[in-house]
């Protein structure tokens, strides 16, 4: 196991004053964020390069990770993505032949601090009871004073705008200039492996950095629009409400995810909200009000749809249920080929999303035509 010979200690404070103590993991340092946890068993490289873990201090609730490695194919990103991490034990030792490093020198590689050896459990608990909030680890050996200070000056995850953090800086292209059909992709923090779904089914996919102008991604003349999920407080991204606007009014077809989906409701005038604790795991059942099935989603965020304001919008169905707190899952707009979901659609139960899209793409070609 590696460990730091000048601090052996780490500790963590939570924004209500409590205090965990334990020892350094990743890069000796002090960081601070919004604390959550997942409760997935396995795909820890996943959720920490999920661009909607930016900003975040992230809690796993599984008692060993790190056992399998770090493979560099199975980052959904360019990086780590999360500002901290808290785990009970660590493999520094992996099985897999694939892998391509250890968990702990991945971590140091991305600078990355953390703590382990704690009670996870006690940790997810007090979450789940009190909610989401502020905490900070350090491993320089701060005193309590010293972390209540720095703690107070994080700002709070709502009303923050992080998806042009996490975003392409510049457009890119993926997939045959022959393919079927073309999609713009509005980047506020999207996954390398939806952009294999879409060209796995024919498109040429461009991708558009978060801020770009409707105009701007028109001129690639998609098809049809992907929405991307992302990090931060939907209402805080203007921008994007405003680009998902303009692409309703020009009647081309839209798949919005996570982030993508919230912005997709507030440009509708449905409001968004910060929930309790958030849904982060592979293991959320969600029913589809369609087909009357259910499915398992993997999930990944903080906010939910005003569900209040969701039924009394005429121009919107609700299309799936969280079946543990009766949240919104999805959506579909009546008078428009808009639809999204609030989960990870690039998952075995979800994938038919993506079939449904290039579908509604088809569809819609043969009316404009």
Known sequence: MHESPQQQTAQ?????????EGK?????????????????MTGYQEIMTDPSSFGQILVFSNCYVGNYGMRDEDAVSDGIKIQGLVCKDLSD???RQMADTSFYEALIKDGIVGIFGIDTRALVGHIRDKGAMNCIITSEGLSKEELVKKLSD???LGGRELASGVSTQKEYEVGEIEADFKVAVLDLGVK???????VERGALVKVFPACSSFAEMESFNPDGYFISDGPG?????????????????????????????????????VGTQKM???HRGFNHPVLNKVTNSSGITAQNRGFGINSEEAKKC????????????????????????????????????????????????????????
């Open 233 to 269: 407080d939907p209402a805080a991204t203007d921008y994007a409400v405003d680009a998902v606007c303009e692409i309703q009014e020009s009647g081309k077809t839209i798949f919005a995810t996570g982030l993508g989906g919230l912005v997709l409701a507030l440009g509708n005038k």
């Open 192 to 198: 390398r492996n939806e952009l294999d779904r879409l």
């Open 276 to 278: 309790h604790h958030g």
């Open 93 to 95: 030792d992996y099985s």
């Open 154 to 156: 994080t700002p709070s």
């Open 314 to 369: 005429r121009d919107m169905e609700i299309t799936h249920i969280n079946l543990n707190d009766d949240t919104i899952e999805g959506f579909r707009l009546k008078s428009r080929k808009a639809f999204a979901v609030l989960f990870n659609p690039d998952t075995e139960d979800s994938r038919y999303l993506f079939d449904d899209f290039i579908g509604l793409i088809e569809e819609n070609k043969k009316q404009l035509v």
């Open 24 to 40: 350094p993991l990743g890069k000796i340092g002090t960081t601070s964020g919004e604390i959550c946890f997942n409760t997935g």
């Open 12 to 20: 963590l404070l939570l924004e209500d004053g409590t205090l965990f």
